[in-house]
Nanobody, 126 residues
Framework: QVQLVESGGGLVQAGGSLRVSCVAS????????LGWFRQSPGKEREFVAI????????SYADSVKGRFTVSRDNAKNTVYLQMNSLKPEDTAVYHC???????????????????WGQGTQVTVSS
Protein backbone atom coordinates (compact mmCIF):
# COMPACT_ATOMS: atom_id res chain seq x y z
CA GLN A 1 0.00 0.00 0.00
CA VAL A 2 1.17 3.53 -0.75
CA GLN A 3 0.63 6.69 1.27
CA LEU A 4 0.38 10.05 -0.47
CA VAL A 5 1.10 13.40 1.16
CA GLU A 6 0.60 16.69 -0.66
CA SER A 7 2.32 19.98 0.14
CA GLY A 8 3.01 23.37 -1.34
CA GLY A 9 -0.45 24.90 -1.28
CA GLY A 10 -1.07 28.43 -0.16
CA LEU A 11 -2.46 31.85 -1.00
CA VAL A 12 -1.46 33.49 -4.27
CA GLN A 13 -2.72 36.44 -6.28
CA ALA A 14 -4.44 35.96 -9.60
CA GLY A 15 -1.86 35.65 -12.36
CA GLY A 16 0.68 34.15 -10.00
CA SER A 17 2.26 30.72 -9.85
CA LEU A 18 2.44 27.90 -7.37
CA ARG A 19 3.89 24.39 -7.37
CA VAL A 20 2.29 21.65 -5.33
CA SER A 21 4.00 18.35 -4.63
CA CYS A 22 2.91 14.88 -3.61
CA VAL A 23 5.31 12.42 -2.00
CA ALA A 24 4.59 8.71 -2.07
CA SER A 25 5.78 6.40 0.68
CA UNK A 26 5.37 2.72 1.40
CA UNK A 27 5.96 1.64 -2.18
CA UNK A 28 7.91 3.17 -5.07
CA UNK A 29 5.89 5.77 -6.94
CA UNK A 30 7.10 4.23 -10.21
CA UNK A 31 4.54 1.46 -9.67
CA UNK A 32 1.67 3.88 -10.17
CA UNK A 33 -0.02 6.11 -12.66
CA LEU A 34 -0.45 9.40 -10.80
CA GLY A 35 -3.11 12.04 -11.08
CA TRP A 36 -4.19 15.36 -9.65
CA PHE A 37 -7.76 16.28 -8.80
CA ARG A 38 -9.26 19.32 -7.11
CA GLN A 39 -12.39 19.97 -5.11
CA SER A 40 -14.10 23.20 -4.13
CA PRO A 41 -16.80 23.51 -1.46
CA GLY A 42 -20.13 22.27 -2.79
CA LYS A 43 -18.60 20.84 -5.96
CA GLU A 44 -17.61 17.37 -7.05
CA ARG A 45 -14.00 16.33 -7.24
CA GLU A 46 -12.66 17.46 -10.64
CA PHE A 47 -9.92 15.90 -12.76
CA VAL A 48 -6.92 18.19 -13.30
CA ALA A 49 -4.03 16.17 -14.74
CA ILE A 50 -2.58 12.69 -15.07
CA UNK A 51 0.87 11.29 -15.80
CA UNK A 52 1.90 7.76 -16.71
CA UNK A 53 4.54 5.70 -14.92
CA UNK A 54 7.62 6.96 -16.77
CA UNK A 55 6.36 10.52 -17.26
CA UNK A 56 6.17 10.20 -21.03
CA UNK A 57 2.41 10.67 -21.25
CA UNK A 58 0.37 13.45 -19.69
CA SER A 59 -3.16 14.73 -20.02
CA TYR A 60 -4.98 17.78 -18.69
CA ALA A 61 -8.45 19.10 -18.09
CA ASP A 62 -9.42 21.74 -20.65
CA SER A 63 -9.76 24.30 -17.86
CA VAL A 64 -6.03 24.09 -17.00
CA LYS A 65 -4.47 23.16 -20.34
CA GLY A 66 -1.63 25.51 -21.22
CA ARG A 67 -1.36 26.81 -17.64
CA PHE A 68 -0.61 23.71 -15.54
CA THR A 69 2.16 21.15 -15.97
CA VAL A 70 2.34 17.76 -14.29
CA SER A 71 5.70 16.04 -13.85
CA ARG A 72 7.23 13.33 -11.71
CA ASP A 73 10.58 12.34 -10.26
CA ASN A 74 10.48 8.63 -9.48
CA ALA A 75 13.88 8.79 -7.78
CA LYS A 76 12.25 11.12 -5.23
CA ASN A 77 8.87 9.33 -5.28
CA THR A 78 7.29 12.67 -6.01
CA VAL A 79 4.76 14.06 -8.47
CA TYR A 80 4.46 17.79 -9.07
CA LEU A 81 1.83 20.15 -10.39
CA GLN A 82 3.21 23.48 -11.61
CA MET A 83 0.39 26.01 -11.81
CA ASN A 84 0.89 29.25 -13.72
CA SER A 85 -1.45 32.12 -14.60
CA LEU A 86 -3.65 31.16 -11.70
CA LYS A 87 -7.26 32.32 -11.61
CA PRO A 88 -9.67 32.67 -8.68
CA GLU A 89 -11.64 29.72 -10.07
CA ASP A 90 -8.57 27.52 -9.49
CA THR A 91 -9.18 27.86 -5.75
CA ALA A 92 -9.69 24.36 -4.35
CA VAL A 93 -8.18 21.58 -2.32
CA TYR A 94 -5.76 19.73 -4.60
CA HIS A 95 -5.45 15.98 -4.16
CA CYS A 96 -3.02 13.57 -5.71
CA UNK A 97 -4.06 10.01 -6.47
CA UNK A 98 -2.32 6.77 -7.45
CA UNK A 99 -3.63 4.07 -9.77
CA UNK A 100 -2.46 0.48 -10.06
CA UNK A 101 -4.22 0.08 -13.42
CA UNK A 102 -2.17 -1.40 -16.21
CA UNK A 103 -3.63 0.72 -18.98
CA UNK A 104 -3.09 4.48 -19.01
CA UNK A 105 -6.35 6.41 -19.29
CA UNK A 106 -5.96 10.09 -20.24
CA UNK A 107 -9.15 11.18 -18.46
CA UNK A 108 -10.30 8.62 -15.94
CA UNK A 109 -13.04 8.81 -13.36
CA UNK A 110 -12.16 8.85 -9.67
CA UNK A 111 -12.66 5.07 -9.36
CA UNK A 112 -9.64 4.53 -11.62
CA UNK A 113 -7.50 5.39 -8.63
CA UNK A 114 -6.72 3.17 -5.66
CA UNK A 115 -5.10 5.65 -3.26
CA TRP A 116 -5.66 9.31 -2.40
CA GLY A 117 -3.85 11.97 -0.44
CA GLN A 118 -5.51 14.31 2.05
CA GLY A 119 -5.03 17.35 -0.14
CA THR A 120 -3.46 20.79 0.03
CA GLN A 121 -5.41 24.05 -0.11
CA VAL A 122 -4.75 26.46 -2.96
CA THR A 123 -6.41 29.86 -2.73
CA VAL A 124 -6.20 32.40 -5.54
CA SER A 125 -7.22 35.95 -4.69
CA SER A 126 -8.56 38.37 -7.26
Amino acid sequence: QVQLVESGGGLVQAGGSLRVSCVASGRPSSRYILGWFRQSPGKEREFVAIINRNGGLTSYADSVKGRFTVSRDNAKNTVYLQMNSLKPEDTAVYHCAASERIVYNPNPATDYYNYWGQGTQVTVSS
